[in-house]
């Protein structure tokens, strides 16, 4: 009688550990993440993941100086036109036309 509880003991726990590796695999084989013990999932180091991070950064770094340079040349734009030069000389082009005129 011992020697059946224990083979049914030893049995059912190799049971549990193959049905537990078994879904562990099916988890990983379809993309879903595994869990640790507190039912938290744990994402496996993906190098690619990784590398893609690093090219998105790389990338964002590059945008933002971009987009600085662009500010500065708007910045510049928007002195020419608001300076008083400017205006000055759309008023001396205007007086020029009505010249032309008479």
Known sequence: MEFLSETAIIAGVAIMTVG?????????????PLENS???PVY???????ERVKLLTQENAELRAELGSLKDRLGNVERIVTDSGYHLTSEIEQLRGKSEAN
């Open 20 to 32: 537990y590796l078994f879904g562990n695999w099916m988890k990983m084989k379809n993309g879903y």
């Open 38 to 40: 507190w039912g938290k």
């Open 44 to 50: 496996p180091k993906n190098d690619q993941a990784v």
